[in-house]
C-alpha cells in the first residue's frame, strides 16, 4: 500500500502556519474594525486579544498535536475525544464551506489584483480565479514536498510585503497622525456588541495556524515540528498584525481608516503615491495567492482521514503511487472550489456564518485537551501545554463568549451555520450505514 510521504521540515511547517494565517484579513478587515470602534486604543486592544486567542490555541493544540501526530490534525482530535461525528461534522463543514468558500474568495482575491495590472472584465477575472487554482492544485499534487517549497516562497515574499509596509508606516509616518489619548467613543448598541462585530474581523483575519496539523503525517518528527511550527507561528502572527495596524495609524487616523475602501493602499499611498497602489496590489496577490495555494495543500488531508474512517469515499483515501499525496482528495476540493467560484456571490456576506462555524469547532478542540488529559494521563507527550490549564480555560471562555454573542448579534448567520451542522448528522449516518465504497 502506498503511504503519505514525510518530507515536510520544521522550516516547511512553520511556513504552513504563517502562510494560512496571512492571506487577505490584515490588508482588509482593518477598515471593518476601526468602523466598529473608532478608538485606537480599543482597535489596538482587540488585535492584542486575537493574539493572545492565537497563542493560546496554539499552545492548546500543541499538546494535542504531539499526542496525536496523524493526517487530519484537528478532524483527529475531535473524532478521538468526542467521536467520529463531531470529526465528521468538522470535515464536512471544512469541504462544503469553510475551506472551500475560503479558497474561492482567495481566487477570486488574486484574480482581482492580477486585473490591477492587466485590465480583465469579470468573465475574465474568474476564469484567471480557475487557472490560478488549477495551477496551486498541480503543484500540490505533485508532491508534499513541492506544495512545501511553494508555501516557502510564497510566505516569506509576503512577509516582505508587509514588512516593507510596516517600514514605510513606523519609519515615514507619525505617532501624531492618531491621537492615541483619544477617550472612549459613544456605542449606541453598547460596547460589548461593538467589540463582538470587531471581533469577528479579527478572529477571520487570525485563523489558520491549525493547518500545519492537517499534514502532520507528511512531517518529519511530527511529534515535535508540529507543536514547534503552530507556536511559532502564531507568535510571529501576532507581532505582525500588531505592527502592522499601528503603521496604519502612523499613516491615517481611525476615522479614516474606519471608511477607506483599501486602507493598506490609502495608507501607503502618503508617503509613497501612485506607486504605493502598484506595491500593495502586489503584495495582496503573492499574499491571496500563496494562502490559496496552503490551503489546497493542508485541508485536503482532513477529507483524507475522514475516507480512511469509512466516513467518505473510499477513493478519496488513495494515495498517488508516483507522488505520494492525497491526490485524489486534493481534486475533489479544488473541483468544489471551481464550482463556487462561478456560481457564488462575494464571500464577504458569509464571513460571520464561516467564522462563527469554524470557532465553535475551535473551542470544542481545546476543550478536548482535558479528555484527553484524563483519558490517557500516561501517554507520551513531546509536549505540554503551558499554563495549564489556564490557557486553554482563556482560550475556550472567548471562543464560547464569541459564539454565544455571534448567535444573538447575528442570528441569521449562526442560525444558517447550526443548521449547516445539523443537516451533517443524517449525512453521516448514511455514509455509515452505507459505506459507499467508490466514488
Do not use: C
Not at 489584483?113 to 484567471?128: A, M, N, T
Not at 508540529?226 to 502564531?234: H, R
Request: no cysteine; glycine share 10%; proline share 4%.
Amino acid at each position: 500500500m502506498t503511504h503519505l510521504k514525510q518530507a515536510l521540515t520544521k522550516f516547511d511547517l512553520t511556513m504552513i502556519a504563517i502562510g494560512s494565517t496571512i492571506g487577505s484579513g490584515i490588508f482588509l478587515t482593518p477598515s471593518g474594525i476601526a468602523h466598529e470602534l473608532q478608538t485606537p486604543w480599543l482597535i489596538l486592544a482587540v488585535w492584542v486579544v486575537g493574539g493572545l486567542m492565537a497563542i493560546a490555541g496554539a499552545l492548546t493544540f500543541a499538546e494535542l498535536g504531539g499526542l496525536m501526530p496523524g493526517a487530519g490534525g484537528v478532524y483527529v482530535y475531535l473524532s478521538e475525544a468526542y467521536g467520529r461525528l463531531f470529526g465528521f461534522l468538522y470535515g464536512w463543514a471544512y469541504l462544503l464551506v469553510v475551506n472551500t468558500g475560503g479558497v474561492a474568495a482567495l481566487s477570486i482575491a488574486f484574480a482581482t489584483y492580477f486585473g490591477y495590472f492587466v485590465p480583465i472584465d469579470p468573465v475574465q477575472l474568474k476564469l484567471v480565479a480557475i487557472v490560478g487554482l488549477v495551477i496551486v492544485t498541480i503543484v500540490n499534487v505533485l508532491g508534499v514536498k513541492v506544495g512545501g517549497i511553494f508555501s516557502d516562497i510564497f510566505t516569506l515574499l509576503k512577509i516582505v510585503g508587509i514588512l516593507l509596509l510596516i517600514a514605510v508606516g513606523l519609519g515615514w509616518g507619525s505617532s501624531h497622525v492618531t491621537n492615541f489619548a483619544t477617550s472612549l467613543a459613544d456605542y449606541p448598541n453598547g460596547l460589548g456588541s461593538a467589540l463582538a462585530v470587531a471581533m469577528v474581523g479579527v478572529l477571520w483575519s487570525y485563523g489558520g495556524w491549525q493547518h500545519a496539523s492537517f499534514a502532520a503525517a507528511e512531517a518529519k518528527d511530527p511529534k515535535r515540528t508540529v507543536p514547534f511550527a503552530m507556536i511559532v507561528g502564531a507568535l510571529v502572527v501576532t507581532a505582525i498584525y500588531l505592527l502592522t495596524n499601528l503603521a496604519y495609524m502612523f499613516l491615517l487616523p481611525p476615522a479614516a481608516i474606519g471608511t477607506s475602501q483599501r486602507v493598506a493602499a490609502d495608507a501607503i499611498g502618503i508617503v509613497l503615491g501612485g506607486v504605493g497602489g502598484s506595491i500593495i496590489a502586489i503584495a495582496i496577490f503573492i499574499s491571496t495567492f500563496g494562502t490559496a495555494g496552503i490551503y489546497t495543500l493542508t485541508a485536503p488531508r482532513i477529507y483524507f482521514a475522514m475516507a480512511n474512517d469509512g466516513v467518505f469515499f473510499t477513493k478519496v483515501a488513495e494515495v498517488h503511487p508516483q507522488f505520494h499525496t492525497p491526490a485524489v482528495a486534493i481534486i475533489i476540493q479544488s473541483v468544489w472550489v471551481v464550482v463556487l467560484i462561478l456560481f457564488w456571490g462575494t464571500f464577504d456576506k458569509l464571513i460571520s456564518y464561516v467564522v462563527f462555524t469554524d470557532w465553535i469547532f475551535f473551542g470544542l478542540t481545546a476543550a478536548s485537551i482535558f479528555v484527553f488529559r484524563k483519558k490517557k494521563p500516561n501517554a507520551g507527550r513531546p509536549y505540554k501545554t503551558f499554563g495549564y490549564p489556564f490557557t486553554p480555560i482563556f482560550f475556550i471562555a472567548i471562543a464560547a463568549w464569541f459564539v454565544f454573542k455571534t448567535l444573538f448579534e447575528k442570528p441569521e448567520q449562526a442560525i444558517a451555520g447550526l443548521a449547516f451542522l445539523a443537516l451533517g448528522v443524517p449525512v453521516y449516518y448514511f455514509w455509515r450505514s452505507k459505506n459507499l465504497s467508490s466514488v
